[in-house]
């Protein structure tokens, strides 16, 4: 790709026009993450108009949170190439004319198609592209507002929840489902108060491959057709996705995709089986409920208040630690779970899970950008939701074939905590060896040669004086690094 000189470019304001970024994302999580929650709403109408069984009918949730995950990258290389404004925007309208069509099912497969693929699609276009804005938006304040951000799932499910079921008892579900199509229309709203911004680190972009220069090249002098076209193509292909999602191959994101894989396993079970397992040791419906709604006050809690607190200037240089923390505290909260069969048990459960879900939640874009950078976080975060794609669609059925199997929920909720908790040791390991590498390299360059210096990646450079200049027959100088050859390296 040429390179591209941009004239404007500036630092995250951290405020301003940030801010109506910051509510963009906010009701976009609310059309994209409350509105999938609230389609388990539908779950009884569905199965009872379809006459199908709980399995099949519960695919339609699978499907949706599935698409939307899977498809994540999608969504980061249509705002890339494009802007962020015609992603959303684009996708908006493919999530409200799912919904809308949905309203018109004859079956469950129609269902499947429209509510959970087309839907789920739009979904994924409008995800990731607006978080990755709040991070170009916001440096020194970003793990607040994505807390504040992310918030709007909780509050969505909140206020959604016993609209839905009213819209239903009022218009059935097929014009619930009209109005709801009319509701997500609002992601074109969102989305175009994405206004774009060039960051100092955007300001150029790499050189192309040398070796899709030198074929393009050779192309033009065989055929300016055929050339042109095959410039455009390895431009796209091995220019722009190579740059783009080069960060795959640094060990430290591939250490965070695997771990983002255990997490995701372990958090998604508890929204299925909170209220079954609460109802099995004596709960009533009423007081199950009660204990949802306390789960999804609590997380947009911590949503918030984590944010903030993780930007406090004592804890800054700690966000990846607090990221750990809270994962690690959601698996222990697991493991303790099947030991609580009463509701004055539960009710500091639900607080304390709904929390630290809340809280890891905001800082996974905050812990993305620290390991990728904000060039790249739009599409490092399309991957990272993407990871949780498989998770989502198979932990609940595993688990539940665990309880058929066992004949309770224990062994469903050690397989999810003992899987949040690896996830949080792994990343935190990962760290640990890291560190002990850079302080071994540095250690080892001061006693090998005082002139050795280390590179912030690892690698040694010469500390040297370099000549810049005459002025009045005395040599003007200047100390630089330049990168010593690896067969020097102590």
């Known amino acids: 790709m040429a390179k591209v000189n941009r004239a404007r470019s500036t630092s995250p304001p951290d405020g301003g026009w940030g801010w109506m970024i910051v509510a963009g994302c906010f009701f976009v999580t609310i059309c994209t993450r409350a509105v999938t929650r609230c389609i388990s709403i539908f779950f009884v109408e569905f199965q009872t108009y379809f006459s199908q069984d709980y399995a099949q009918t519960a695919w339609i949730h699978s499907i949706v949170d599935c698409v939307t995950m899977l498809c994540a990258p999608l969504g980061s290389v249509v705002s890339n190439h494009f802007s962020c404004q015609v992603g959303i925007m684009l996708g908006g309208l ?5 919904l809308i069509l949905g309203s018109f099912a004859t079956s469950l497969k129609h269902l499947y198609l429209t509510l959970g693929v087309l839907t789920g699609l739009g ?16 440096s020194r304040r970003k793990a607040l507002a994505y807390g504040i951000s992310m918030s709007g799932s909780g509050i969505g499910i909140f206020i959604l929840a016993p609209v839905v079921q009213l819209l239903i008892e009022q218009f059935s579900w097929r014009g619930a489902l009209l109005i709801l199509g009319g509701f997500v229309l609002n992601l074109c709203v969102c989305g175009a108060l994405m206004r774009p911004i060039t960051l100092k680190e955007d300001q150029t972009t790499p050189e192309p491959n040398p070796v899709c220069r030198t074929q393009t090249q050779d192309l033009k002098q065989a055929s300016p057709c055929s050339a042109w076209t095959k410039e455009w193509v390895q431009t796209c292909l091995c220019g722009s996705l190579q740059q783009e999602y080069s960060f795959l191959l640094t060990s430290d994101f591939a250490v965070l995709a695997t771990s983002v894989l255990f997490m995701a396993y372990g958090c998604s079970p508890l929204f299925v089986y909170f209220v079954p397992y609460a109802l099995s040791v004596g709960v009533t419906h009423q007081q199950a409920a009660f204990l949802m709604s306390i789960l999804g006050v609590i997380d947009i809690i911590g949503n918030i208040t984590f944010g903030w607190l993780t930007d406090r200037r004592c804890l800054k240089n700690y966000q990846y630690v607090c990221y750990l923390v809270a994962i ?71 688990a539940g074939w665990l309880v058929d199997t066992t004949g309770s929920y224990t062994a469903a909720f050690l397989l999810c905590g003992f899987s ?58 200047q100390q630089c690094l330049v990168p010593a050859p690896h067969d020097q390296w102590p």
């Open 420 to 477: 949040m908790i690896f996830s949080s040791l792994l990343l935190g390991f990962a760290r640990v060896v890291k560190k002990m590498k850079k302080t071994q390299l540095r250690f080892l360059a001061k006693e090998s040669d005082p002139k050795l210096q280390l590179w912030t990646n690892g690698s040694v450079a010469y500390s040297v004086a370099r000549e810049l200049d005459q002025k009045d027959g005395e040599s003007v100088t």
């Open 328 to 398: 690690g505290l959601d698996g222990l909260c697991y493991l303790c779970l099947p030991m609580l069969q009463s509701l004055p048990l539960l009710v500091p459960f639900a607080c304390t899970f709904g929390y630290f879900d809340g809280a890891y939640v905001t800082l996974i874009p905050v812990v993305t950008a620290e390991i990728v950078g904000t060039t790249f976080l739009s599409s490092a975060l399309g991957v990272v939701y993407f990871l949780h794609a498989v998770p989502y669609l198979v932990s609940p059925p595993i």
């Open 94 to 98: 493919l999530a409200s004319t799912g």
């Open 123 to 138: 979904f994924a276009l409008c995800y990731s592209p607006a978080i990755a804005m709040v991070g170009k938006y916001f």
